[in-house]
């Protein structure tokens, strides 16, 4: 008598051609494993893995991709071995496989010191490649890096930041990291003195000011931190 075993193992996808899958599958797939008694105890999951060969397709398109097992020496050593993966075929969309260039945008947490603020973020470099099925890759705008926290910043700063892809579909071919850096730099604002007094000083030789108007509004320019506290003389 034969005895039967059930086992889950990894669902692995080769492809080294000009087609990549447009959704997910499985990542594990059942196998029905049957034997001799004494075969079976002597196996497990870790002598068997599946996968589906999407080399043959050259066309984009819907495919019911066959399933691939490979098996280890222990599995491969058993000639009595009748082994069905469940199911025997994946349904799939393969897509076109596109290589495309987009800005890398620098995540930040925090805010710079009271007065100062983030004149710009930089990156390099400022491109990221990106390698997936066309689908996907049409909705990719950025790549953002892992957050850099710039609590109480009050000058200029650089780190290396990793990449980080929030994206299943597709990968990021290179770079990992960039060089980051944040410009730093004092808020400039206007400060309005309303109803101020004025008086003009000195005028033109030959030139006599009459005026009934003797008070204006006056507006200054300068740092944040500087007008804060800052008074007409």
Excluded at 5 to 31: Q, Y
Excluded at 199 to 210: D, H, Q, R
Aim: glycine share 4%; charged share 25%.
């Amino acid at each position: 008598d034969l005895d039967t075993m059930t086992l889950s193992v990894p669902l692995k996808v080769e492809s080294n051609g000009n087609l990549l899958l447009e959704k997910e599958v499985p990542s594990r797939i059942k196998l029905t494993v049957k034997g001799k008694p004494e075969d079976i105890g002597r196996l497990s999951e870790n002598d068997f893995s599946a996968y589906l060969n999407l080399d043959y397709y050259t066309v984009a398109g819907n495919y019911s991709v066959p399933v691939s097992l490979t098996l280890s020496n222990n599995a491969s050593n058993i000639s009595t071995l009748e082994i069905r993966p469940n199911p025997q075929n994946i349904d799939v969309v393969l897509d076109e496989k596109i290589i495309e260039y987009v800005p890398i945008f620098v995540r930040t947490t925090g805010n710079p010191i009271s007065g100062y603020e983030v004149a710009a973020k930089e990156a390099e470099p400022q491109l990221a490649r990106i390698v997936g099925p066309s689908s996907a890759i049409k909705s990719v705008k950025n790549i953002e890096t892992e957050l850099w926290n710039i609590t109480e910043a009050s000058e200029s700063m650089e780190k290396t930041l990793k990449l980080v892809n929030t994206n299943k579909r597709i990968y990021i071919d290179e770079p990992t990291s960039v060089n980051a850096k944040i410009i730093i730099s004092e808020i400039i604002e206007d400060k309005t003195f309303e109803d101020t007094s004025i008086t003009i000083l000195n005028p033109t030789e030959g030139l006599e000011v009459k005026t009934e108007t003797t008070k204006a509004n006056v507006t200054v320019k300068g740092t944040q931190n500087y007008l804060k506290d800052y008074k007409l003389p």
